[in-house]
């Protein structure tokens, strides 16, 4: 589980970041992290869940400037790229 601004920000059977932490953009105004749910895994931004895939990659995710948030993830043997544009 994780907390931010006192509120539960996914509940999940592990973080699976590769240090074991959620990762900030440059100016901390959003947070992402990876986790498995039912045997799939996802990242979750700023508390919002994305699609399940069979595995993220590693070293996912990352943000770019303006907190846009890319990864790379692995679903039925295709690979995606996934954005992630913060809606604030």
């Known amino acids: 589980m994780v907390i931010v601004d006192g509120k539960v920000n996914g509940i999940s059977d592990c973080i699976m970041d590769s240090d074991g932490t959620p990762v900030f953009s440059a100016d901390s105004k959003h947070i992402a992290f990876e986790i498995n ?19 993220v990659c590693k070293g996912a995710p990352f943000f770019r400037p ?6 790379l993830a692995i ?3 295709s690979l995606f790229r996934v954005r992630c544009v913060p809606t604030q």
């Open 37 to 55: 749910k039912n045997g799939k895994q996802l990242v979750m931004m700023d508390g919002q869940p994305g699609k399940e895939y069979d595995s």
């Open 66 to 71: 303006g907190g846009v948030m890319d990864y």
């Open 75 to 77: 679903r039925d043997h």
